[in-house]
C-alpha cells in the first residue's frame, strides 16, 4: 500500500508545508494553509517569548489542525523555546540545526519536545546537516535549495533532494524553487515526500504583508533575483531593486569586513521595510527565483488547490510519456 510518510508523520493531508518566513507567516496564513490540509508554519524568527505565545493562541482560535511553530534554536534561546513548548504543546516544532548549538544540549531540548508530544522537522541544506538531524530524532527533514528564498543554500533542489533522501530513513520535503504542480511533481520523482513553499505563498491574499510587496514579486521576471549580503557569510535572496544595487555598490567596492559593517546598517530592518512597510525599493523584497511563475495575488486554498491538480495532470502525461 502506498504510504506518504509526510503526511503520517506530520498528521496532515496533503504534503504540504508552508515555508515559515519571519514576520510573515502569521496566524491567518498558518491556520488557512493547516485548514486546507496542508501544515501551517509560524514564523517565529524574529519574535519574543511573548509574541510567539500570542502568534500561537491567535492560529490555535483559527484552526483545529496541527500546524508548526519554527525557531532558530540558538544556544540562549533554547531554555526558553523549550518553555514554549511545553506551555503552549505544539504538535509540531520546526528548526534549523545552528552550527553554533552543541548536539547533546539540542537534543536534550529535542528530547523534551517529544515527551510533550510534538513531532519535530528540521530544515537543512547539506546530506551532512540531514544526517546532523536525523541523529537529533527529527522525524522529517525539509531539504532546501539555492534556488529557494530567505537565506542562500549551497547546493541545488535537484542535487540536493535525491542525496538527503538516500541518506536519511526519515521522510524528506523538498524545497526551493517550487511553485506548481511541475515543480512538485519533480521533488517527489526526486525521493521527497512532500513540498515546502515559501515564494508561491508570498502572496497568498492571507499573507499579512503589504499590496506593494506582493505586486512586486507577481511583477518579477527572470533575472531579476539577486543574491545580496556575501560579505556577512549569510547572503540572502531579494528582487532586485534600489537597495540591491547600494548593497553590490558596497561589496564591490569595500573590503570584505567593511563591507559587512556597512551592509548591517543599510539592511538593517530591510526586510520589514519591504514586507510591513511597502517600500519595494529601499527595502528587501525577498524572494526565490521562482518568483516569475508565481502570477497572481489569490488566496492560499487555490494556490494549494492549484498545486495539487496541475501534480496529477503532470503525473499521468508522464506515465504515458513516450521515451523511444
Ligand atoms: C521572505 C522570506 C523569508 C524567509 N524567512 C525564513 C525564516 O525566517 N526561517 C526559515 O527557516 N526560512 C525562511 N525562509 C525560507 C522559506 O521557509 C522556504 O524554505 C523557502 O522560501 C522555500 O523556497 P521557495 O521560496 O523557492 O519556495 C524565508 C523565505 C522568504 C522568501
Same mark, same amino acid.
Given at each position: 500500500?502506498?504510504?506518504?510518510?509526510?503526511?503520517?508523520?506530520?498528521?496532515?493531508?496533503?504534503?504540504?508545508?508552508?515555508?515559515?518566513?519571519?514576520?510573515?507567516?502569521?496566524?491567518?496564513?498558518?491556520?488557512?494553509?493547516?485548514?486546507?490540509?496542508?501544515?501551517?508554519?509560524?514564523?517565529?524568527?524574529?519574535?519574543?517569548?511573548?509574541?510567539?505565545?500570542?502568534?500561537?493562541?491567535?492560529?490555535?482560535?483559527?484552526?483545529?489542525?496541527?500546524?508548526?511553530?519554527?525557531?532558530?534554536?540558538?544556544?540562549?534561546?533554547?531554555?526558553?523555546?523549550?518553555?514554549?513548548?511545553?506551555?503552549?504543546?505544539?504538535?509540531?516544532?520546526?528548526?534549523?540545526?545552528?552550527?553554533?548549538?552543541?548536539?547533546?544540549?539540542?537534543?536534550?531540548?529535542?528530547?523534551?519536545?517529544?515527551?510533550?508530544?510534538?513531532?519535530?522537522?528540521?530544515?537543512?541544506?547539506?546530506?551532512?546537516?540531514?544526517?546532523?538531524?536525523?541523529?537529533?530524532?527529527?522525524?522529517?527533514?525539509?531539504?532546501?535549495?539555492?534556488?529557494?528564498?530567505?537565506?542562500?543554500?549551497?547546493?541545488?533542489?535537484?542535487?540536493?533532494?535525491?542525496?538527503?533522501?538516500?541518506?536519511?530513513?526519515?521522510?524528506?520535503?523538498?524545497?526551493?524553487?517550487?511553485?506548481?504542480?511541475?515543480?512538485?511533481?519533480? /521533488?517527489?520523482? #526526486?525521493?521527497? *515526500?512532500?513540498? $515546502?513553499?515559501?515564494?508561491?505563498? &508570498?502572496? %497568498? !491574499?492571507?499573507?499579512?504583508?503589504?499590496?506593494?510587496?506582493?505586486?512586486?514579486?507577481?511583477?518579477?521576471?527572470?533575472?531579476?533575483?539577486?543574491?545580496?549580503?556575501?560579505?556577512?557569510?549569510?547572503?540572502?535572496?531579494?528582487? /532586485?531593486?534600489? #537597495?540591491?544595487? *547600494?548593497?553590490? $555598490?558596497?561589496?564591490?567596492?569595500? &573590503?570584505? %569586513? !567593511?563591507?559587512?559593517?556597512?551592509?548591517?546598517?543599510?539592511?538593517?530592518?530591510?526586510?520589514?521595510?519591504?514586507?510591513?512597510?511597502?517600500?519595494?525599493?529601499?527595502?528587501?523584497?525577498?524572494?526565490?527565483?521562482?518568483?516569475?511563475?508565481?502570477?497572481?495575488?489569490?488566496?492560499?486554498? $487555490?494556490?494549494?488547490?492549484?498545486?495539487?491538480?496541475?501534480?496529477?495532470?503532470?503525473?499521468?502525461?508522464?506515465?504515458?510519456?513516450?521515451?523511444?
Amino acid at each position: 500500500v502506498a504510504r506518504n510518510r509526510v503526511c503520517e508523520v506530520l498528521g496532515i493531508e496533503r504534503p504540504i508545508i508552508l515555508g515559515p518566513m519571519a514576520w510573515i507567516t502569521t496566524a491567518s496564513l498558518v491556520a488557512e494553509v493547516s485548514d486546507r490540509g496542508g501544515l501551517g508554519v509560524l514564523g517565529a524568527g524574529f519574535m519574543s517569548s511573548d509574541e510567539v505565545m500570542r502568534e500561537i493562541a491567535a492560529t490555535q482560535k483559527l484552526t483545529q489542525k496541527h500546524f508548526e511553530v519554527e525557531f532558530s534554536p540558538m544556544p540562549d534561546m533554547l531554555d526558553s523555546i523549550t518553555t514554549i513548548v511545553e506551555e503552549q504543546r505544539p504538535a509540531v516544532v520546526y528548526g534549523v540545526v545552528v552550527p553554533a548549538v552543541n548536539p547533546e544540549l539540542m537534543k536534550r531540548h529535542v528530547v523534551r519536545w517529544k515527551e510533550c508530544g510534538a513531532r519535530v522537522v528540521i530544515k537543512v541544506a547539506t546530506v551532512e546537516r540531514a544526517l546532523a538531524a536525523e541523529r537529533l530524532g527529527a522525524d522529517a527533514v525539509v531539504a532546501k535549495g539555492w534556488e529557494g528564498g530567505g537565506h542562500v543554500t549551497p547546493e541545488a533542489t535537484t542535487c540536493l533532494v535525491p542525496q538527503v533522501v538516500d541518506a536519511v530513513s526519515v521522510p524528506v520535503a523538498a524545497a526551493g524553487g517550487i511553485a506548481d504542480g511541475r515543480g512538485m511533481a519533480a /521533488a517527489i520523482a #526526486l525521493g521527497a *515526500e512532500g513540498i $515546502e513553499l515559501g515564494t508561491a505563498f &508570498l502572496v %497568498a !491574499e492571507e499573507t499579512a504583508i503589504h499590496p506593494n510587496a506582493k505586486q512586486a514579486v507577481v511583477e518579477a521576471t527572470d533575472m531579476r533575483n539577486v543574491i545580496t549580503g556575501s560579505c556577512t557569510g549569510a547572503p540572502c535572496r531579494q528582487i /532586485a531593486n534600489r #537597495l540591491s544595487d *547600494e548593497l553590490a $555598490e558596497i561589496e564591490a567596492t569595500c &573590503l570584505r %569586513a !567593511e563591507a559587512a559593517e556597512r551592509l548591517q546598517t543599510v539592511a538593517v530592518q530591510s526586510l520589514r521595510k519591504a514586507m510591513l512597510e511597502g517600500d519595494v525599493e529601499g527595502g528587501a523584497v525577498m524572494a526565490g527565483q521562482i518568483a516569475p511563475l508565481v502570477k497572481s495575488i489569490r488566496p492560499a486554498r $487555490e494556490i494549494m488547490d492549484a498545486v495539487i491538480a496541475e501534480y496529477g495532470e503532470v503525473v499521468s502525461r508522464l506515465s504515458s510519456f513516450p521515451i523511444s
